[in-house]
């Protein structure tokens, strides 16, 4: 069942005219080690998880394939040096201090971490992000850090308006020359978030089935 709905999603992501590549992320929070192996062997390489600890037992089960792990939950700061040390992309930094943290605690010798900013293009009191008269400052400090890459922004923006923020979130993107990225769109927005320029779409539910808590 999980690589049919993967087969589904992928040619959902085909019918939408777009000219990007688009990479799909498995959101695989609360799916077992055996769920996100079936769709291991259905060819599924990106997963996306909200919880540390959580993620962690799993990364290391699942350690003997070449997945790529983005972590795409709240970020607490006293949870930072795993999140450094065990993941390939960051999609939710939304305080500079946690940047600075991912970049003083990112091994080395490992591959620049990922990251991307999570911006509040709604302004909503509820949801977590940056607002977007920050963008320019927080994009400029991250350029001392040489451990990390950012790469771009992630939102999630409210239901009632995601066509207009979805295309403001590409034009705040495309005025920055060295970023390349948009982490938008899940079950219920994927096919608009194409549209519109999202480079990684973040899709749980149309892979896994409903989840039953969170
Ligand atoms: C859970 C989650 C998703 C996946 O949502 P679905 O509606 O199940 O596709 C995507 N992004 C974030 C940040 C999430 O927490």
């Known amino acids: 069942m999980i690589k049919d709905n993967l087969e589904k999603i992928k040619s959902r992501i085909d019918s939408v005219d ?5 990479t799909l992320i498995a959101v695989s929070k609360t799916r077992s080690v055996l769920e996100i192996q079936s769709a291991v062997d259905a060819g599924q390489y990106n997963f996306g998880e ?3 600890q959580e993620a962690l037992d799993k990364i290391e089960a699942l350690k003997n394939n070449t ?6 939950g709240p970020i607490q700061s006293n949870k930072t040096a795993k999140i450094a040390e065990n993941f390939d992309w960051v999609h939710s930094v939304d305080r500079i201090k946690v940047a600075k943290r991912l970049n003083e605690q990112r091994p080395p010798d490992f591959s620049k971490l990922n990251v991307l900013i999570q911006v509040n293009i709604d302004n909503e ?4 992000g940056i607002l977007l008269n920050e963008v320019t400052e927080f994009v400029r400090q991250c350029d001392d850090f040489e451990n990390i890459r950012l790469r771009g922004f992630m939102c999630i923006p409210n239901p009632q308006n995601s066509s ?8 705040i993107l495309s005025e920055f020359s060295s970023l390349d990225t948009l982490s938008m769109g899940m ?4 096919e608009l978030a194409i549209e519109n320029g999202a480079t990684l779409v973040r899709i ?3 892979i896994f089935g409903k989840r039953s808590y969170v």
Do not use: E, R
């Open 204 to 206: 749980g539910t149309d």
């Open 67 to 72: 997945l790529v792990w983005h972590f795409i």
């Open 164 to 171: 207009n923020s979805f295309s403001l979130m590409a034009k």
């Open 125 to 128: 009191p509820t949801k977590s």
């Open 18 to 22: 777009h000219s990007q590549q688009v």
């Open 187 to 190: 079950s219920g927005d994927m």
């Open 50 to 52: 909200n919880y540390l």
